[in-house]
């Protein structure tokens, strides 16, 4: 069984950062890809970054691209969000999950197998 869990959440200002981090546990941590996703209160959940198993090729969401940067440490079965330049519409309940190798695309939620609990990211205007 895997476990995630997310922290680093809170809340911000406008244009301000955070980093979340997502640790797994488990041995195989890096033969996976992950992924973020956020959900935000009366809309459906929504991708926001990828990286493969390596961490030698990422993948954002439009909305996120040049402001956020995913990234992941394998020796620690960590993997991050950094998130800069932070709006009010980023605010959202923020999860991470491990993709299910070889199954669907990077950005679609179906792709993926093991979710975190999430935590929360609010910007302030």
């Known amino acids: 069984q895997v476990q995630l869990v997310e922290s680093g959440g809170g809340l911000v200002q406008a244009g301000g950062s955070l980093r979340l981090s997502c640790a797994a546990s488990?041995?195989?941590?890096?033969?996976?890809?992950m992924g973020w996703f956020r959900q935000a209160p009366g809309k459906e959940r929504e991708f926001v970054a990828a990286?493969?198993?390596?961490?030698?090729?990422?993948y954002y969401a439009d909305s996120v691209k040049g402001r956020f940067t995913i990234s992941r440490d394998n020796a620690k079965n960590t993997v991050y969000l950094q998130m800069n330049s932070l709006k009010p519409e980023d605010t959202a309940i923020y999860y991470c999950?491990?993709?299910?190798?070889?199954?669907?695309?990077?950005?679609?939620?179906?792709?993926?197998?093991?979710w975190g609990q999430g935590t929360q990211v609010t910007v302030s205007s």
């Open positions: 999950a491990r993709k299910v190798n070889s199954v669907g695309g990077y950005y679609k939620g179906d792709s993926y197998d093991y």
């Open positions: 488990g041995r195989t941590f890096s033969n996976y890809a």
């Open positions: 990286i493969n198993w390596n961490g030698r090729s990422t």
